[in-house]
């Protein structure tokens, strides 16, 4: 991490792109940034986290997107330059300060990373928030490697201040998680303190000023359009001939010019980084410098829609490949398979791999599962217990998060989700809606993100439902950040602790059961008198994460895994069938075992099994 702070100019570093943007800012001279933890953004706020005090950069997890950036905008409203960053659905959570930031303006210049994720590696979409930047109609960058993540970082902030609009840098996981070489550059200096000169024509958006901050918008993005027209990413590279005119932008470019030069298929490629507002001067004279054009661009066809529309007035004949000619799908991120495909079918070339022998091989499905010894499991065993014959009939309405992995077998406890904070809405709609009991699910960092409201919703609407919150003391499927309840900031620094149980006996709920997810016959017991009870109950699982908790254990030399005695044991298969943790395994001989090498040493298997045939491991044991 200390590479990032050097001060040294010409120094190549290997960086991931999450990390080459947090350099980009340090090289802009940044002050102040905000995010709420979510990938593929989050390296950038880890990154931060570790280093922000040596960087003299104020830094903090905000308790949700729409915080994140209302604290980052008012620093640019103080002449400050700030970073503001999530995931691309956390954007949406934000997209009401979002689209009233571009009528105000800024001062310092205000860089928002959205961090799209085609393919749904670690999303419940793949919505594609180019549309976000035509929407609010302010300028957007997009990178297509690491350097560029950095120097789009770095001008982005310039370009700005220069035309008074925040700039979203839009990046994919690929693109944040690649690593590449990076070039430094001079950090400029920072100004530590801001000082907000009051406007309020320009900052308090009532109607009348809303209708010029409109009207000076317009005006910006006139000027930010002159700008991508001579922008340093936006350039044209010459492969020899014109038979083919490739328009890419982002990562698909780096798959583009790989097979072009392969192939050797004469062409030019124009290469767009600053891809709103497009260069349309640009696009027409390289459209009408190229017989055919192929459009390369993940997710939407939103560049091809437009070119196709100058090019009805521009080059009216001229054949464009893409989504809509069926070459490329709107659907997964592009890789080298998908690129060639395509490139095969539209230029009439063999480009697929030759001469690969057939190799088949069933590999195991290996689905993201709750972690050995993870206390989600045991809230879940003592739920399933507690609803005994309701089970099947019962709603789990669950939420963003490890516990999301509820879903799977044998624990079965997720029947619905929309977003992070919708396990508590929706259950207040499904208790209204049915007369089935409902279970509501979410975690920690969740309910102080998003998690509130619908408590105060379901009491005030005299909702009936179970609410659990499983505080697991961090915000564990992001990374292991803080969040309001853990005591620490995030600087590093100490904080108040926020205690759930207070919010939640604010909110008016007069059901709250605290309890120790080990201690399973509290656990049911509680969930027992949560079903009966009239109105929102509220149990708070409380154990930390399990990967935490045998960090913490290991470093005092307090670490056990656990056994089964194999003359002790039935064969039941409650531990694989009722409780499914993934450290316990069904050998050949159909004997039951437990990985030594997984284990984290919980001892939960020890209470769900009828028989007590599992024990601490012994030197020598099985």
């Known amino acids: 991490m200390k590479e990032l702070l050097t001060d040294e100019v010409g120094k190549k570093l290997f960086l991931l792109g999450n990390e080459a943007i947090v350099r980009g800012s340090l090289e802009a001279g940044i002050d102040f940034a905000a995010t709420y933890p979510g990938t593929p953004s989050s390296e950038i706020g880890n ?18 997107e729409k ?3 209302e604290v980052a905008a008012a620093a640019s409203a103080s002449n400050l330059r700030a970073l503001n960053f999530q995931k691309h659905v956390g954007l949406n959570v934000a997209a009401d300060a979002f689209m009233t930031v571009a009528y105000q303006g800024v001062r310092g210049g205000f860089v928002m990373v959205t961090a799209d994720d085609p393919g749904c590696h670690s999303s419940q979409n793949e919505q594609d928030n180019r549309y976000y930047a035509r929407i609010a109609n302010i300028p957007m960058l997009e990178p297509a490697n690491a350097e560029e993540a950095k120097e789009m970082t770095r001008i982005g902030f310039d370009l700005s ?15 944040n998680h690649v690593r590449g070489i990076v070039f430094t550059k001079e950090k ?10 009051k406007d309020p024509a320009k900052f308090v958006t009532v109607p009348a000023h809303a209708r010029i901050g409109h009207k000076n918008l317009l005006d910006r993005m006139a000027n930010a359009k002159k700008i991508s027209e001579s922008s340093q990413f936006n350039e044209i590279i010459d492969l020899g001939g014109s038979e083919y005119g490739i328009i890419a932008s982002g990562v698909g470019f780096n798959y583009a010019i790989d097979i072009m030069k392969e192939a050797g298929i004469k062409g030019k490629i124009l290469k767009l980084g600053m891809t709103w507002p497009l260069p349309t001067d640009k696009i027409i004279k390289f459209m009408n410098s190229v017989d055919k054009l192929i459009m390369v661009e993940e997710g939407e066809p939103l560049m091809e829609n437009e070119i196709l529309a100058l090019a009805k007035d521009s080059k009216p004949g001229i054949k464009v490949f893409g989504k809509r000619s069926g070459h490329f799908s709107v659907m997964g991120e592009y890789g080298p398979d998908v690129m060639k495909k395509a490139f095969s079918e539209i230029t009439g070339q063999d480009l697929l791999p030759k001469n690969v022998p057939e190799v088949k091989i069933e590999l195991p ?3 993201p599962s709750l972690c050995p010894g993870c206390p989600h499991r045991s809230t879940y065993f003592a739920v399933k217990k507690a609803l005994k014959q309701n089970f099947k009939d019962a709603i789990f309405s669950t939420d963003i998060g490890c516990y999301t992995l509820g879903i799977q077998d044998p624990l079965n406890v997720a029947d619905f989700l929309l977003c992070m904070g919708s396990s508590v809405d929706a259950a207040g709609g499904f208790s209204k809606a049915t007369d089935q009991p409902v279970l509501a699910f979410l975690g920690d960092s969740t309910f102080f993100h998003s998690g509130i409201h619908g408590l105060v919703n379901a009491v005030y609407n005299r909702h009936n439902f179970v609410y659990t919150i499983l505080d697991n003391r961090t915000t564990a499927m992001t990374g292991h950040q803080p969040n309001p309840g853990m005591g620490m900031d995030g600087r590093g620094n100490p904080s108040p602790d926020i205690l759930i149980e207070d919010i939640v006996r604010g909110c008016g709920v007069d059901f709250i059961r605290i309890v120790d997810t080990s201690e399973m016959k509290e656990m049911q017991k509680a969930y027992e008198d949560a079903l009966a009870h009239d109105g929102v109950a509220v149990i708070i699982a409380k154990r930390a994460c399990v990967l935490l908790e045998a960090r913490d254990r290991k470093k005092v030399n307090d670490f056990n895994t656990w056994q089964i005695n194999q003359e002790e044991c039935t064969k039941c298969q409650v531990c694989l069938k009722k409780w499914g943790c993934p450290a316990i395994y069904l050998a050949d001989d159909g004997s039951v075992h437990i990985n030594e090498g997984m284990c984290n040493g919980c001892g939960m298997c020890a209470v769900v099994c009828p028989f007590d045939a599992i024990h601490e491991n012994k030197p020598g044991g099985d």
């Not at 990154?47 to 949700?64: L, R």
């Not at 201040?161 to 693109?175: A, G, I, K, Q």
């Not at 400029?188 to 000169?197: A, I, S």
């Open 67 to 69: 915080v994140a950036m």
């Open 188 to 197: 400029r200096p920072q100004k530590g303190k801001g000082h907000f000169e």
């Open 47 to 64: 990154t931060f986290h570790k280093i922000c005090k040596e960087a003299n950069v104020y830094f903090e997890f905000s308790t949700n």
């Open 365 to 367: 499905v290996r689905p």
């Open 161 to 175: 201040e220069e035309v008074e609009l925040p700039v979203l840098l839009r990046t994919t996981t690929r693109l």
